[in-house]
């Protein structure tokens, strides 16, 4: 059973950084694609990031976060990692991992299998 785990939530304040992890366990997901979403109150979930887990440089970001989001993985540890600078109140959201069988990147959440529980980031003064 496929497993996905986010951690690295919290408080900050505008303009700081903040690193989110996702653990993958029940198999190897050099085969899969991940992304990140986010959903805000009263909001619906939407795209942030989606990368080929095998080719990390295959990467597609919302516009929203562009230049200053950056998703990364370590193979040894099965993790997936969203780097986010620059923070802003508008990034406030719970934010979920996700994972699709298959290398292709997708941006519409219907497209992944799994999904790990999401971790709250609140960025506010």
């Known amino acids: 059973q496929v497993q996905l785990v986010e951690s690295g939530g919290g408080l900050v304040q505008p303009g700081d950084s903040l690193e989110l992890s996702c653990a993958a366990s029940?198999?190897?997901?050099?085969?899969?694609?991940m992304g990140w979403f986010r959903q805000a109150p009263g909001k619906e979930r939407e795209f942030v990031v989606a990368?080929?887990?095998?080719?990390?440089?295959?990467?597609f970001y919302a516009d929203s976060v562009k230049g200053r989001f950056t998703i990364s993985r370590d193979n040894a540890k099965n993790t997936v990692y969203l780097q986010m600078n620059s923070l802003k109140p508008e990034d406030t959201a719970v934010y979920y991992c996700a994972a699709r069988r298959g290398t292709r990147i997708a941006t519409v959440q219907g497209d992944y299998d799994y999904w790990g529980q999401g971790t709250q980031v609140t960025v506010s003064s």
């Open positions: 029940g198999r190897t997901f050099n085969t899969y694609a």
């Open positions: 990368a080929s887990w095998s080719d990390i440089s295959k990467t």
